[in-house]
């Protein structure tokens, strides 16, 4: 811990910060030397000395302790898919969304003081939808202290449903960090009548897919009046931090899920935040829940229950050589090269 800023220094508190075997001398001290690192300051900003006198008054409020950064992946909840009628399809769900970089402090990277605690909280997926209805949105995950900037992910938007009436919003999807794909439009036009894909959030995802309405004419009366031909459409894909969710079509066919984002901060490339697929008309289909712990979409629901929303992650990265080993939650951590990483599927904290 700090040597005390005032009052009385023995030797022995130097020693028991800085390392070193007794018997110690004071010349065993000096800044740059194989105690004390080069640049070492006094509680007061005053740099120890590196050679000539030095006194044990020079060490007040010194630390040997190193301030470093901490890098970070944070991936929200996916929402699950939406859950459309037989025949008709559903939009997939929006992954989480999905920030990483190094912690900061008004734009720079925080350099982390001793006892610091950098606390955590993971969103999970939105659930699987058992009813004709949109998808269920996930849930945020946060990054939060005292002493840099905290950081937020937004859930994934859930996969828009069908209407057969056109003026209905059921088969658009909904915003989110990555926004859910739309579902077969209505049936009462032949075209004009879109499914929409919510928006995705700036710099965390991208926005789901939508279904263009093309359902068919049929000019059979002398009257010359026509007479809609319902065509089954396929549900779009939901966004995902790569990538924006793929279009359905009027022949059932369904939009892919929009791509992830790979991320090597535990030391190999892992994809995380996929949208969901659609699902197509077909009696059931679909139902595919996202991947736990990625923050990805789940499937769009025809006839059948959505899949479900991937949980999401928070996952923490410094130098082995200043890891302090205080954690709450019961991160899984593991070393890469000279890094610790700590990975938090749960609420949990970490303490410089």
């Known amino acids: 811990m700090t040597i005390t800023s005032s009052g009385q220094i023995k030797l022995t508190d130097i020693q028991t910060e800085f390392g070193g075997s007794a018997p110690t001398q004071l010349s065993e001290y000096y ?16 740099t ?9 008054s020079d060490f007040y409020g010194s630390s040997s302790f190193s301030p470093y950064n901490i890098s970070y992946l944070a991936v929200a909840g996916g929402a699950s ?4 009628p037989s025949q008709d399809g559903a939009g997939g769900g929006g992954a989480g969304g999905m920030l990483t970089g190094d912690l900061q402090s008004g734009g720079s990277a925080a350099a982390f003081p001793r006892s610091e605690t950098v606390t955590v909280s993971v969103g999970g997926g ?17 990054i939060t202290g005292s002493y840099f900037d905290n950081i937020s992910t937004t859930g994934g938007g859930g996969g828009g449903s069908h209407s057969q009436n056109d003026s209905s919003t059921l088969d658009n999807g909904v915003s989110g960090g990555s926004g859910g794909g739309g579902g077969a439009p209505g049936n009462d036009a032949v075209s004009g009548n879109n499914s929409i894909g919510g928006s995705g959030t700036s710099g965390q995802g991208n ?20 007479e809609t031909d319902e065509r089954r459409h ?10 924006s969710g793929g279009n359905g079509t009027a022949t059932g066919v369904v939009g892919a899920g929009g791509s992830g984002s790979a991320s090597s901060i535990t030391g190999s490339s892992v994809t995380y935040a996929a949208g969901g697929s659609g699902s197509s008309g077909s009696n059931p289909s679909g139902g595919t829940a996202g991947t736990a712990n990625r923050g990805n979409g789940g499937q769009g629901g025809s006839n059948t229950n959505s899949g479900a929303g991937g949980s999401g992650v928070v996952i ?18 593991t070393t890469t090269g000279d890094q610790t990483v700590l990975t938090f599927t749960g609420s949990g904290s970490y303490t410089t």
Not at 234 to 243: E, M, R, V
């Open 31 to 46: 800044s740059g030397g194989s105690n004390v690192p080069a640049g070492t300051q006094s509680g007061g900003g005053v």
């Open 48 to 56: 120890i000395p590196t050679s000539g006198e030095i006194q044990l």
């Open 81 to 84: 898919g939406g859950r459309s």
């Open 126 to 142: 939105g659930s699987a939808q058992g009813s004709v209805a949109k998808g269920n949105s996930g849930s945020t995950s946060t």
């Open 207 to 226: 926005s789901g897919g939508q279904t263009i309405q093309a359902n068919g004419q049929d000019t059979e009366y002398e009257d010359g009046s026509a």
């Open 234 to 243: 396929g549900g779009s894909g939901g966004g995902g931090k790569g990538g």
């Open 316 to 333: 923490l990265s410094m130098l082995t050589s200043r890891y302090s080993g205080t954690t709450s939650g019961s991160p899984t951590v």
